[in-house]
């Protein structure tokens, strides 16, 4: 017989598990990020008489790295103030829904990116309005 109900196959619920497994994982990748920001902000202090590997002007050869590490820089800071973020979710109970519609990210998506704040179709729409 079929019912009026709608049958909604994906899995959001969180369990307590689930919850730890993510908030373990979100404090490795805030780990991991702060780690890198250190190390490219240590990058960034070489001294400018460091002995060359080539024969390529210093200026031509440290003016690309020094664009890549910043952009790498920006990047991390970027990702780390998610993960920030989705610790404060967690910690103030509204973790796992999303903040536009307010309805429960999956939890296969969580698993992938712990650090979402929006479910697949308000992160698809975001992304389409760019």
């Known amino acids: 017989m079929v019912t009026d109900r709608i049958i909604d196959d994906r899995d959001t619920a969180l369990s307590a598990d689930d919850l730890a497994a993510l908030r373990e994982n979100l404090h490795e990748q805030r780990l991991f990020r702060r780690e890198q920001l250190k190390q490219l902000h240590q990058a960034q ?38 993960v920030e973020a989705a610790l404060a979710r967690m910690d103030q109970g509204g973790y796992g829904r999303c903040q536009l ?10 698993t992938v990116v712990p650090q ?7 992160q698809q729409v975001r992304e389409a309005g760019r």
Not at 58 to 69: C, F, I, L, Y
Not at 116 to 122: L, M, S, W
């Open 45 to 82: 202090e070489l001294p400018a008489s460091a002995p060359s590997r080539t024969d390529v002007p210093h200026d031509r050869r440290t003016g690309p790295q020094a664009e890549v590490r910043g952009k790498l820089a920006a990047s991390a800071r970027m990702v780390l103030a998610d």
């Open 101 to 110: 519609c307010q309805e429960p990210i999956d939890r296969a998506r969580l």
């Open 116 to 122: 979402g704040r929006y479910c697949t179709r308000c």
